[in-house]
C-alpha cells in the first residue's frame, strides 16, 4: 500500500523535477517572448499574457523538455526510486522508458527526408523523452490556465498578489497557481502512460518505506513462497 500511495519524488526524482522544471521554463519564456513581441492579449483575465508570449513559450517549452529530459536520465539520482530525498543511491537498472530504444520513423517523415537527400528511417531517443513532449504541450497549453483563473480571482479582489514572500512575484499561491494543475496531470499521466516494469531495486525501495510490521510480514510471505 505505501508503494501504491508514495510521492513520485520518492520513486524517481526526475519524474517531480521535470513537471516542475516544464512549468518554470513556460512561464519565464512566456514572459520573454511577450515582452519582445508581445502585441495581441490573450485572454482579458490576465491582461499582461499575449499570443505571441503564449506560442513562443509552447515551442521554447517542448525543447526545453527535450533536452532536459535527455540530461536527467544520465544520472542515477534522478532516475532511482528513493526512500528519502537526502540518500543518494548508488546505481540502479534504469527503467525501460529510460532506456534508450530505435523506432521507425513514419513513412511521411522518410519520404521527406529523402527528398533532402537523407535516408534516416529509425531514430533513437529515451522513450521518456516522448512522454516529455506530453507534458510540455500540456504545461504550455493547459496548464496555463490555472495561472488566468488565479488572475480572475485576484481581479475580483481588487489585489495584485496573494502574497508578498517573493518581491515581485508574490506569494506562494502566486507561484503555484499553474504548478497544481501540472501536478495533477504528472500522476495521472504516469499511473496510466508511463509503463514501468517492477525491478528487484524498487521492490527493496519500497519495501523500505513499509513500518517494520508490514517489512517483517513481507518477510514471512516470500519465505512461504520460497518454501513452496
Known amino acids: 500500500m505505501a508503494a501504491a500511495t508514495a510521492p513520485l519524488t520518492l520513486r524517481c526524482a526526475f519524474r517531480f523535477l521535470l513537471p516542475c522544471s516544464i512549468i518554470v521554463c513556460n512561464d519565464i519564456t512566456a514572459f520573454i517572448w511577450g515582452f519582445w513581441f508581445g502585441r495581441t492579449p490573450l485572454i482579458q483575465l490576465s491582461p499582461k499574457k499575449t499570443w505571441e508570449g503564449f506560442i513562443g513559450a509552447f515551442f521554447s517549452t517542448l525543447l526545453f523538455a527535450w533536452v532536459l529530459s535527455w540530461v ?5 539520482y534522478f532516475i532511482c526510486p528513493k526512500t528519502d530525498m537526502l540518500v543518494h543511491p548508488a546505481s540502479c537498472p534504469p527503467q525501460a522508458v529510460m532506456t534508450l530504444t530505435t523506432y521507425p520513423l513514419p513513412e511521411v517523415v522518410t519520404g521527406l527526408l529523402s ?25 504550455s497549453l493547459i496548464a496555463p490556465f490555472g495561472g488566468f483563473v488565479a488572475s480572475g480571482f485576484k481581479r475580483a479582489f481588487g ?10 512575484h508574490g506569494g506562494i499561491v502566486d507561484r503555484m497557481d499553474c504548478q497544481v494543475i501540472m501536478s495533477g496531470f504528472s500522476y495521472v499521466y504516469h499511473i496510466s502512460f508511463v509503463k514501468t516494469w517492477a525491478s ?7 519495501i523500505a518505506l513499509l513500518s517494520p510490521e508490514d517489512q517483517l510480514a513481507v518477510y514471512h510471505n516470500l519465505s512461504s513462497l520460497v518454501a513452496h
Open 72 to 76: 536527467l536520465v544520465q544520472f542515477d
Open 115 to 139: 527528398a533532402c537527400g537523407l535516408t534516416w528511417t529509425t531514430v533513437t531517443v529515451y522513450p521518456m523523452q516522448l512522454h516529455a513532449l506530453v507534458f510540455a504541450a500540456f504545461g
Open 159 to 168: 489585489i495584485k498578489d496573494f502574497g508578498d514572500l517573493f518581491p515581485g
Open 200 to 206: 528487484v531495486h524498487s521492490v527493496m525501495a519500497a
